[in-house]
């Protein structure tokens, strides 16, 4: 394809929302960069080049480790919840080994509380298929005009 972006690495950028493709580029259709008038800013506007024998795009589709206390599993937002309940089954568990037996009883009833409550999102989110296999991905792009 011709094109007037040279980098595209530097000039094209490319998000997903839901099953739409969004293609923006900060490089006019004479190959100038845009900027405006306040700071020098790049402006990301749809791209204005035509796409005639397809579009390849490379990602990355590993998630980032969990590392510190503070940091965010990689998954998404929805399911950060179950995760917490797995936490807590587990911390439930060893708790009732540290604990009379009168109370541990309490803690492993919490312990299978949370450990169905994960299990049930297993089975209500698991066949959605959120691995990260590689293979052929079909998305329908927007109309950007």
């Known amino acids: 394809m011709a094109s007037n972006i040279k ?32 700071g020098g800013r790049k402006l990301w506007k749809a791209i204005a080049e035509s796409v005639t024998d397809g579009l390849l795009l490379h990602y990355h589709g590993e998630p980032n480790s969990v590392k510190n206390l503070i940091d965010e599993p990689d998954i998404d937002n929805s399911l950060h919840l179950f995760i917490v309940d797995y936490v807590k089954c587990k911390l439930f568990m060893d708790r009732s080994a540290t604990v009379p037996a009168e109370e541990a ?33 079909v998305l329908i792009p927007f109309n950007l005009r």
């Open 7 to 38: 980098y595209p690495d530097e000039d094209a950028v490319w998000y997903i929302e839901g099953d739409k493709l969004a293609l923006l580029t900060n490089v006019d259709s004479e190959g100038d960069t845009r900027t405006n008038t306040k």
């Open 105 to 137: 009883s309490r803690h492993m009833t919490l312990s299978n509380l949370h450990e169905r409550k994960w299990k049930d999102a297993l089975v209500k989110f698991g066949g959605r298929k959120r691995d990260k296999t590689g293979g052929s991905r």
